[in-house]
């Protein structure tokens, strides 16, 4: 069983940087993807970034390309997201996101992931 905890969620300034990260409290090692997904008050969730096992694969949703970084440490079973240049459409609740069933591909579609967190608050102010 995969349990997802992420943390570095908080207040920042437009232009300013955060890096979340995702830490699976069990401390499997197990061979999944890695997905970030975002929700935004009555919004739908969508997909940011995704990075696959060994991290050969990665892959960002247009809004986020040039401004966010997906990344992963296994040794240390902790996956990052580094954000920066962020903007007040940035502010949502961060999910992060393990595959199980597709470990080699940095999938964007939320059905393929098999294991969610309870996600971190991310306020962009202008």
């Known amino acids: 069983q995969v349990q997802l905890v992420e943390s570095g969620g908080g207040l920042v300034q437009a232009g300013g940087s955060l890096r979340l990260s995702c830490a699976d409290s069990?401390?499997?090692?197990?061979?999944?993807?890695i997905g970030w997904f975002r929700q935004a008050p009555g919004k739908e969730r969508e997909f940011v970034a995704a990075?696959?096992?060994?991290?050969?694969?990665?892959n960002y949703a247009d809004s986020v390309k040039g401004r966010f970084t997906i990344s992963r440490d296994n040794a240390k079973n902790t996956r990052y997201l580094q954000m920066n240049t962020l903007r007040p459409e940035d502010t949502a609740v961060y999910y992060c996101?393990?595959?199980?069933?597709?470990?080699?591909?940095?999938?964007?579609?939320?059905?393929?992931?098999?294991?969610w967190g309870q996600g971190t608050q991310v306020t962009v102010s202008s």
């Open positions: 069990q401390r499997t090692f197990g061979r999944y993807a």
């Open positions: 996101a393990a595959s199980v069933q597709w470990p080699t591909r940095a999938t964007s579609q939320k059905h393929e992931y098999d294991y």
């Open positions: 990075i696959s096992w060994r991290g050969g694969s990665r």
